[in-house]
Antibody, heavy 116, light 112 residues
């Protein structure tokens, strides 16, 4: 069974870059035709798909965030990462990593607060 | 973007009674490969989302058969035949036909 675990700072200052890592166990980020994804959820609100890195290494980002997002993979550590630049309070959210199209493989989520 | 609109947004239900959630897309969700990638997720309080239904009507393994999905094109429905206490939470439809993949606003199911 694949497990995903988000890690990173829980507090980021406005205008800085949010950086999160998803560590995968029980499966490889470089095989299996999966879209290794980031999804976020502002407190009390709905879900937004940020983007993904395909197992082959190609990426796709939500146009609403494209200018600020980078998703990358590290096959040696079996991890993939999210960087979101120039953050504001509107980027405060729980950030989930997920393996798509498997519907069961989501991390527990990490709350990132943008505040000075 | 494919805008997903759910109704109702709040659904108080009596235990043992049926419940139904509607989801409408602003564009057809039929993919060029012929499949329709409409998913339903359940999010219990304090938990990560969990997919219940994929490709309109296919239940994930382990999902009780009281959950069913139906629909086509732009109109879809999630039905719970008999609501149980563990079904409390927020339900989201989500399309993965068109990029960016998008979610509905969510429907909060609570017990009356």
């Amino acid at each position: 069974q694949v497990q995903l675990q988000e890690s990173g700072p829980g507090l980021v200052k406005p205008s800085e870059t949010l950086s999160l890592t998803c560590t995968v166990s029980g499966g490889s980020v470089s095989t299996g035709s999966y879209y290794w994804s980031w999804v976020r959820q502002p407190p009390g609100k709905g879900l937004e798909w940020i983007g993904y890195i395909y197992y082959s290494g190609s990426t796709n980002y939500n146009p609403s965030l494209k200018s600020r997002v980078t998703i990358s993979g590290d096959t040696s550590k079996n991890q993939f990462s999210l960087k979101l630049s120039s953050v504001t309070a509107a980027d405060t959210a729980v950030y989930y990593c997920a393996r798509w199209p498997s519907g069961k493989d989501w991390g527990q989520g990490i709350l990132v607060t943008v505040s000075s | 973007d494919a805008v997903m609109t759910q109704s109702p947004l709040s659904l108080p239900v009596t235990l043992g009674q049926p419940a139904s959630i509607s989801c409408r897309s602003s564009q057809s969700l039929v993919h060029s490969d012929g499949n329709t990638y409409l998913n339903w997720f359940q999010q219990r309080p304090g938990q990560s989302p969990r997919r219940l239904i994929y490709q309109v009507s296919k239940r994930e393994s382990g999902v009780p058969d009281r959950f069913s999905g139906s629909g086509s094109g732009t109109d879809f429905t999630l039905k719970i035949s008999r609501v149980e206490a563990e079904d409390v939470g927020v339900y989201y439809c989500m399309q993965s036909t068109h990029w960016p993949w998008t979610f509905g606003q969510g429907t909060k199911v609570e017990i009356k």
